[in-house]
């Protein structure tokens, strides 16, 4: 995928996780670029550190950070510099992900209780590799997307290189989402062709301002996402939302007619994700934020290192 991946961890704060940063570093780079390697080198100290001036340090760590795709953190060992990348990255839009081991610390309140953060813990480093692999990748094969317009073909190819991506008409294909901008994108689309199969249904996402559909009965699901939001983040939650819902807990939690009885129709729709791993009112907290009673809601709530989604 090669995103560009920035790694927080201790350096003045304590060193004694730094094997620890190292191999997350390791793990990371397979797929994609860390641009803050130096984190994970045994000698790096603040003597070392202070070969550099504290000012070309910042202006360096920071011009990083606003080149990245992600930010991963590992907050076990506390360090006021982290916490700083962590809201630095914030006030920019930059995706975080918080990660620390519950059985050796406890998160601040500031980071837990902030619904921007995904805050993960884990027990073991078996099952923070297990974590991050459902952060870096994300295959879905129950939902196919299908795009008519250059707008949304530049959506699908960011998603891929985000690690995101659908199995066209796949075995287990349940649903085909149309990606569109436009009245006219629809009408290049072979409706009749993609309904050939009772089992299969058929939604519109409109990816840009709501527009007239005529022929509304061809569709399943009609949905759009509210004004001012980002459609691609939104397209993202969404397909987070049917890995979720559809592929991981298909016998656990809910059929696909559960599912498709919340999207079915023509509605407005909003995504987020939410982790926690014992206690359910941190994530029924987190899913009643700035709830707009307004919208459509679809709640998946999961432990341990499943993603949670609202949407």
């Known amino acids: 995928m090669n995103r560009r991946i920035y790694f927080a961890g201790s350096i003045r704060g304590g060193r004694e996780d730094a094997g620890l940063y190292k191999r997350i570093i390791d793990y990371i780079n397979k797929t994609d670029i860390v641009v803050t390697e130096h984190i994970g080198q045994a000698d790096m100290s603040m003597k070392s550190q202070t070969l550099m001036s504290d000012a070309c340090i910042y202006e360096r760590d920071t011009k990083w950070l606003e080149s990245c795709d992600l930010l991963i953190a590992e907050c076990t060992c506390p360090s006021l510099g ?14 975080v992900y918080i990660f620390y081991n519950e059985l050796r610390s406890n998160i601040s309140a500031m980071l837990n209780g902030n619904p921007y953060f995904t805050v993960v813990p884990y027990g073991n480093e078996e099952e923070l590799y297990q974590i991050l692999k459902d952060i870096l990748n994300l295959n879905v094969e129950c939902a196919s997307l299908i795009t008519v317009d250059s707008e949304n073909k530049q959506i699908v190819e ?3 290189r985000d690690g995101i991506s659908c199995i066209e008409n796949g075995e287990f294909t349940l649903m085909k989402i149309i990606l569109a901008n436009s009245k006219e994108a629809i009408e290049k689309v072979n409706l009749l062709s993609l309904r050939q199969n009772d089992n299969t249904k058929l939604v519109l996402l409109q990816t840009s301002d709501i527009f007239e559909v005529v022929d509304k009965e061809m569709f399943d699901a009609i949905l759009s996402f509210p004004n001012g939001s980002n459609t691609y983040e ?16 298909w016998t656990l939690s809910v059929d ?4 498709y009885s919340l999207i079915k129709g023509k509605n ?8 926690y791993r014992k206690d359910i009112e941190e994530a029924l907290y987190k899913l009643n934020y700035n709830r707009d009673k307004k919208r459509k809601n679809i709640s998946s709530l999961s432990v341990a290192y499943i993603i949670m989604k609202k949407s």
Do not use: W
Not at 256 to 259: A, I, L, M, R
């Open 82 to 95: 982290v916490g700083y990348e962590l809201a630095y990255a914030e006030a920019h839009g930059i995706p």
């Open 158 to 160: 960011k998603l891929k």
């Open 234 to 249: 939104e397209i993202k939650s969404f397909l987070y939302c049917i890995r979720n819902f559809l592929e991981i807990h």
């Open 256 to 259: 696909f007619n559960d599912f």
């Open 268 to 275: 407005i729709i909003s995504m987020q994700r939410f982790t």
